[in-house]
Each structure stands twice: as structure tokens, then as C-alpha cells.
């Protein structure tokens, strides 16, 4: 793995960006839905892998497992008995977005039942409800993936040396950021 870090200017794609994190929530709120309470929310967040963003394993159906493709700029679900479902990473809008990965669940076998509404941001729409466009620049999502892959060395490195509770380097898709957590075990 490249230790260069990529140039991500946030004012040339906070449109995609935008986009993104919305796309990242509605799969979030599936998983949300689906899996057993783990403290911290711990069970909610998605994981950085050499393609892109994985929530792991969903108990949903015959057990499911989301993966943001940033390599071949797709959805793609696998489940437990084999099956495989994909919806491409394009212009589109948070309400088609939704459309697509509900019918992707269905494919597998999950079930999309699942919170509508955005969290944590401003002036949210229900997802089913946001028709308007949104961009998709895949180059700048490259270089998102690359960034978050070497943020996910840093924060494991850090993390290594600490003996006490430590969360999982994970993405939460509320507010769209990686976070490693250490505790001091005080109270």
C-alpha cells in the first residue's frame, strides 16, 4: 500500500461527497435495523477494505453483506446462500438510490425494512422523498478510498499499542467519519 496521500478537495466534490454519505446511510439504516446492539453503535458502521466500504456480515435472511465497490463504482450484496446483487455507483438521486438498494436486499433474500429519514444532517429529506440529481465523480471517490485506506494504517497503528478497550477502525455513515476509540477504563 502507498503511504502518498491523495489530494481530496473537499469544494470539488462536496456534491459527490454529499451524495455519498447519503447512499452510505441508507445502507447504514439497513444494517441498523438488522443487527444486534453492539455498545458505541459499534455494530452499525461500515469497515474499509482494499475495494471500498464493507458493513461485514447482516443477520438479515440468509445473512447479507453490503460492499461499496470504489473500484468498479458499484453496490454489491452477497448472501450467505450464494446469491449476488449489484446496483451501479452513478448520477442519480437519493430517492432512486434508495429504490435500487431496497429491490438489492430483496435479491438476497433480506428484508429493506429500515428508518427513511437521514441522520445528522441539515435539513434532512426522507430518503424516498429527495428526487433531486446528484453527481457522481468517480475519480474523486478513488481518491476518497485512497485517503480512507490510509487513514484506516494510521489509526490502526495507533490503536496497536493501547492494552485497554479499543473500538474497531470503522466509518459511521451519520456523520461520515472514521473514528478508532480508546478507553481509559476510568470513570
Known amino acids: 500500500m502507498s503511504n502518498k496521500w491523495p489530494s481530496l478537495d ?5 456534491d459527490t461527497c454529499s451524495a455519498l454519505h447519503l447512499y452510505l446511510q441508507v445502507a447504514g439504516k439497513y444494517r441498523l435495523a438488522h443487527t444486534p446492539w453492539v455498545n458505541h453503535s459499534w455494530h ?6 482494499p475495494r ?3 458493513s461485514s456480515l447482516i443477520p438479515d435472511g440468509p445473512g447479507i453483506e453490503i460492499l461499496f465497490d470504489f473500484h468498479d463504482h458499484q453496490v454489491v450484496g452477497t448472501s450467505g446462500d450464494g446469491r449476488r446483487a449489484s446496483l451501479a455507483l452513478r448520477p442519480m438521486t437519493v430517492a432512486e438510490f434508495h429504490a435500487d438498494f431496497s429491490r438489492l436486499v430483496a435479491e438476497l433474500g433480506g428484508t429493506p425494512r429500515f428508518d427513511g429519514q437521514p441522520n445528522e444532517v441539515p435539513n434532512p429529506v426522507p430518503f424516498a422523498e429527495d428526487h433531486r440529481d446528484r453527481p457522481y465523480d468517480r475519480d474523486a471517490v478513488g481518491r476518497f478510498h485512497q485517503a480512507l485506506m490510509a487513514i484506516d494504517g494510521v489509526f490502526k497503528t495507533f490503536r496497536t499499542s493501547f492494552l ?3 473500538s474497531p477502525v ?3 455513515w451519520g456523520a461520515f467519519d472514521m473514528a ?3 478507553f481509559s477504563g476510568r470513570r
Do not use: S
Open 44 to 49: 452499525a458502521t461500515f469497515y474499509v477494505t
Open 170 to 172: 470503522h466509518l459511521f
Open 164 to 166: 485497554g478497550k479499543c
Open 180 to 182: 478508532v476509540t480508546r
Open 52 to 54: 471500498g466500504l464493507t
Open 10 to 14: 473537499y469544494l470539488g466534490w462536496r
